[in-house]
C-alpha cells in the first residue's frame, strides 16, 4: 500500500488535475446544463467507470502498446472524435420543444452514464496519462507495485466523482434557470455542439 504522504500527495494532485479545465469536465458542464444535474452526475459516473477501464489497461500493459503503436492511437482517437461529432449533430438539430426543461428521468439517465464511459474509454490520452501519472507515485520498496496502482486509482476515481459532481450540481442550477427561455434552449444547444465539434477536434488532431 502507498503511504500516507503519498496518498496524500496524490489526492491533492489529483483534485487539482479534476479541476482543471478539460474534455471530461467540459462534458460534464454542457449536459448538466442542458439536461439537468441528474443527467451531469450520470455522466460524471461514466466518465469514472471509464478510469476503471484505464486502470485495468496500464495494470495489463494494454496503455503501453497505445503509447508506442501509432495505430492503435489513431483507431481509438477516431471513434472517440466520430463519437463527439455525433453528439453535436444531435446538439444542432434539437428543438426547443423536445429538450427538456425539467431534470432528466431515471430511465434516460442511463444513457448519459452510456456517455460517460464511451466519451472516457474512447480517448486513448487517458491511458497514457494514467501510465504516466500512476507511477510516478508507485514505490517499489513499498509492496507489491499492481496493488499501489490500483489503491492510487481509486483514490483518482473518488475525486473525479465528487469534484465532477460538484460541477454538475453548479452547471445544472444554472441551466435550469435558462431552460425556461426557447430562445436559450436553442443558444445552449448550439453552444454544447459547437463545444463537441472542438472536443472532436482537439481529439482527432492530438498525438501521443
Same mark, same amino acid.
Given at each position: ?26 462534458? +460534464?458542464? =454542457?449536459?448538466?446544463?442542458?439536461? %439537468?444535474?441528474? $443527467?451531469?452526475? &450520470? /455522466?460524471?459516473?461514466?466518465?469514472? @467507470?471509464? *478510469?476503471? +477501464?484505464? =486502470?485495468?489497461?496500464?495494470?495489463? %500493459?494494454?496503455? $503501453?502498446?497505445? &503509447? /508506442?503503436?501509432?495505430?492503435?492511437? @489513431?483507431? *481509438? ?132
Amino acid at each position: 500500500m502507498p503511504t500516507v504522504d503519498t496518498m496524500l500527495a496524490f489526492t491533492l494532485a489529483s483534485v487539482v488535475l479534476a479541476f482543471a479545465p478539460g474534455p471530461d469536465n467540459i462534458f +460534464v458542464l =454542457t449536459q448538466s446544463a442542458i439536461r %439537468g444535474p441528474k $443527467a451531469g452526475v &450520470a /455522466v460524471t459516473f461514466g466518465l469514472a @467507470t471509464g *478510469l476503471i +477501464v484505464h =486502470t485495468a489497461a496500464v495494470v495489463l %500493459g494494454l496503455a $503501453a502498446l497505445i &503509447a /508506442v503503436s501509432e495505430l492503435a492511437f @489513431t483507431i *481509438l482517437k477516431i471513434i472517440g472524435a466520430a463519437y463527439l461529432v455525433y453528439l453535436a449533430i444531435g446538439a444542432f438539430r434539437a428543438k426547443p420543444d423536445t429538450i427538456e426543461a425539467k431534470d432528466a428521468q431515471v430511465r434516460g439517465l442511463v444513457q448519459y452514464y452510456r456517455r460517460g464511459i464511451i466519451m472516457n474509454v474512447t480517448n486513448p490520452k487517458v491511458s497514457i496519462f494514467f501510465l504516466a501519472f500512476l507511477p510516478q507515485f508507485v514505490d517499489a520498496s513499498a509492496g507489491d507495485t499492481t496493488l499501489q496502482m490500483l489503491s492510487l486509482a481509486l483514490i483518482f476515481f473518488i475525486v473525479t466523482i465528487i469534484v465532477f459532481s460538484s460541477v454538475a450540481l453548479l452547471a445544472g442550477k444554472i441551466g435550469s434557470v435558462l431552460m425556461g427561455s426557447p430562445r436559450a434552449q436553442v443558444l445552449m444547444n448550439r453552444i454544447a455542439g459547437t463545444i463537441f465539434l472542438g472536443l472532436a477536434a482537439k481529439l482527432a488532431l492530438s498525438e501521443r
